[in-house]
């Protein structure tokens, strides 16, 4: 092992101008949504050729807005992938209505349209697909499905804020677009979110649930130098604050310069590691699609490997790298399992997912050098 060599599985490089703008937000005594909320959610609009958008807390709530907005609740069911992070299922929970889970392609961690296609039932009011990494998926087949049974198409695009289909971006497909910028993410704010719609109509509606259904903001209040407002409908807490937001638009001074190097990064997995693909999957890539490279994940092969995904990542730890596991499938979870009488056997290609999926470090602050050792580490553990 070498033991100066230490690559954790993600860390953060904060740009001055995030760092500057806090000072201003701080320095100005005004915390809630402002100026900086505004400007930071235009700027993700254009980002994302997309008109309209609602920058909020986090792409949990995002997400649970985007159902509110679309009248989603009890007795409604909504197609998702148990391959993802939990906040999916807690949105559609949070709302009332029932996840029913489709399983993943086989040679891909995305939503499967067959298996979505077997799911469908009169009471199915949307799908919500994930991209997994900052991959696209299929959106032209799962675009069709909800079009020809006029249910709603929400992206959970947490991890693909760069991320692009058919050389359009998936606000183009989706009727609802989720993005997350927590700190994790290729674009952070700390914590934040934001839905994206073509639909004016949708973000006004999530705009007005995300502050309690208030006609009125703070600010707004502030402005006017009037007390009054009035709550028209239902709504929740959701609004991202002005530190999230100064935070954010301080890191798009370096958004692209940093998906650049996420790229290279990628590329250079790609390259290193193609000799091992009897040994390992490697993250797909259409020439038409962006990949957003939010994670670089592979997948072992067990009929070749005589090791377990735990035990790599043991041994990938003993030479100094962390390694992630993107993800473990919401039907190996406890509190899931029993609560939805969830049988593994019923999704076997994300059951499959589960048990090799191994995330590698990929974050604009690596080196290609750290690439090169991380490659090298995984060579030796494998042949």
Known sequence: MNAKKKIPLYDINLSDAAKSNVNSVLDSGWLSPGKYSKKFEEKICALTNCKHGVVCSSATDSLQLALFALGIGAGDEVIT???TFVATIEAILAVGATPVFADIQKDSLHIDPVSVETKLTPATKAIITVDIGGEA?????????????????????????????????????????????????????????????????????????????????????????????DIV???????????????????????????????????????????????????????SNEHGWHLFIIQLNHEK??????????????????????????????????????????FPNAKLAGQSVVTLPLYPILNLSDIDYISDSIKKILL
């Open 233 to 287: 409908s239902p709504g929740i807490k959701a609004n991202m604050s002005e530190v999230h937001a100064a935070i954010g638009l301080g890191q798009l001074t370096v958004f692209k310069k940093e998906q650049s190097q996420r790229k290279k990064i990628a590329e250079r997995y790609l390259k290193n590691l193609s000799m091992l693909k009897e040994f390992i999957s490697l993250p797909s890539k259409e020439s």
């Open 305 to 346: 490997i005589n090791l377990s995904r735990d035990d790599f990542i043991r041994e990938m730890a003993k030479k100094g790298i962390e390694c992630g596991v993107h993800y473990k499938p919401l039907f190996e979870m406890t509190y899931y399992k029993k609560a939805m009488q969830l049988k593994s056997e019923n």
């Open 137 to 229: 998926c299929d959106y032209q087949t799962l675009k069709k499905i909800c079009t020809g049974h006029k249910i709603a198409l929400i992206a959970d695009s947490a991890h693909a804020i760069g991320t692009t289909y058919k050389k359009k971006y998936i606000t183009h497909y989706a009727d609802a677009v989720v993005v997350s910028f927590h700190t994790t993410k290729n674009l952070i704010c700390g914590e934040g979110g934001i839905v994206l719609s073509r639909h004016k109509s949708m973000t006004d509606s999530i705009r007005l649930i995300s502050r309690h259904g208030m006609t009125k903001t703070a600010s707004d209040r502030k402005k006017s130098n009037s007390w009054e407002y």
């Open 81 to 83: 992938t148990p391959f």
